[in-house]
């Protein structure tokens, strides 16, 4: 079972098994899903659509729900493993296009790119841009602080290294000194890193341990030219405790990709000119959704056949 995405990529899954697809152009629906999930083996789900524990009781048959992303918070998969459900996701596949996306919005933040863009459409030609108007600052000789050194935030640190950056990390295991060298990366414990970042970039799943974590203490650690970018989950943010910075200028600006309710933005971040919005589109390019189905495949596969690797959540 399927929901709605790029066609291509299924070939090596419906040349083997019965596929179930929507109907053309949309998901199916919580009801739909009930009603056909009885007989299959496999759940394909996806970011956006809950898979709880009524949907999951309805999987007479079912030993695998294979999510189409990397999160997986849509899934009770504590309920699925009580019920000897696996669940797998997509993380190889969404790491370039995030962290590409990461760094457009430092860029956004640093050069006020979508402020200038918004005077421009607004005023055109007659836009203020004096000598000292709006002044934006550089990355070169800056601080990266990446919370959450996994795929994800090891590719953003190396876009940035490019930009001529200093990448401090923090992540539950450290890493080898023989892998720091390599990587041209200094850890920091989070305290130290929060209080050191130029720019302090979030990369950490939604768990009950990362769930705000980073709040009003930690942004008042930061420093007043400080930038956060979050494209991880959004209720990593105390998002409130984040307005309430952003409004009295105790940082500089923020970059968000992801919001904590239910990716609903808070209404005084649309009046902001020091954030940057994005409406959860990391992983939105072409390339990187094939990518997230052709590894989706992979996994039914590999549980089905035992003949290749799975991404394991549980």
Same mark, same amino acid.
């Given at each position: 079972?399927? %929901? ?5 990529? #299924? ?13 053309? !152009?949309?998901? #199916?629906? &919580? ?7 009885? =007989? ?13 524990? =009524?949907?999951?009781?309805? $999987?007479?048959?079912? /030993? ?6 990397? !999160? ?5 998969? *504590? ?24 760094? *457009? ?8 790119? *979508? ?25 070169? @000789? ?5 919370? !959450? ?13 490019? #930009? $001529? ?5 923090? /992540? ?11 990587? @041209?990366?200094? %850890?920091?414990? /989070? ?23 980073? !709040? ?6 930061? /420093? ?9 989950? @959004?209720?990593?943010? =105390?998002?409130?405790?984040?307005? +309430?910075?952003? +409004? ?10 992801? %919001? ?9 971040? #649309? ?31 590999? %549980?089905? &056949? ?9």
């Amino acid at each position: 079972m399927a %929901f709605s995405t790029v066609s291509e990529g #299924f070939e090596a899954l419906t040349a083997h098994h019965e596929v179930i697809f929507p109907p053309r !152009g949309r998901d #199916f629906t &919580q009801e739909e899903i009930a009603e056909r999930i009885g =007989d299959c083996d496999v759940l394909c789900s996806v970011f956006d659509i809950p898979i709880g524990r =009524d949907l999951i009781d309805k $999987g007479r048959s079912l /030993k695998l729900i294979a999510n189409y992303a990397v !999160g997986y918070n849509n899934i009770d998969v *504590a309920y699925a493993a009580s019920k000897g459900i696996v669940v797998t996701n997509t993380p190889r596949a969404v790491i370039e296009p995030t962290a590409d996306l990461a760094l *457009a919005l430092l860029l956004s933040c640093t050069r006020r790119i *979508a402020e200038w863009d918004r005077l421009f459409r607004h005023d055109g030609a007659n836009v203020e841009r004096g000598r000292l108007c709006r002044l934006g600052v550089n990355l070169y @000789g800056k601080t990266l602080g990446v919370l !959450g050194f996994g795929n994800i935030g090891a590719a953003v640190a190396r876009r940035c290294q490019a #930009f $001529g950056m200093d990448v401090l990390y923090n /992540k539950r295991t450290r890493l080898s000194e023989v892998e720091e060298k390599a990587l @041209g990366v200094t %850890f920091a414990k /989070k305290d130290d890193l929060i209080r050191q970042a130029d720019v302090v970039t979030l990369h950490t799943p939604l768990t009950p341990e990362t769930r705000h974590l980073i !709040g009003a203490t930690e942004l008042a650690a930061m /420093k007043p030219t400080a930038i956060l970018i979050n494209t991880a989950r @959004g209720a990593v943010v =105390d998002e409130q405790a984040l307005v +309430q910075a952003l +409004q009295e200028k105790r940082i500089a600006a923020a970059g968000l990709d992801v %919001f904590e309710n239910n990716d609903v933005p808070s209404p005084e971040l #649309f009046t902001m000119d020091n954030v940057s919005l994005t409406p959860h589109v990391g992983t939105q390019t072409y390339d990187s959704r094939v990518d997230m189905v052709h590894e989706l495949c992979d996994n039914v596969l590999g %549980f089905l &056949q035992g003949d290749r690797p799975i991404s394991r959540v549980n």
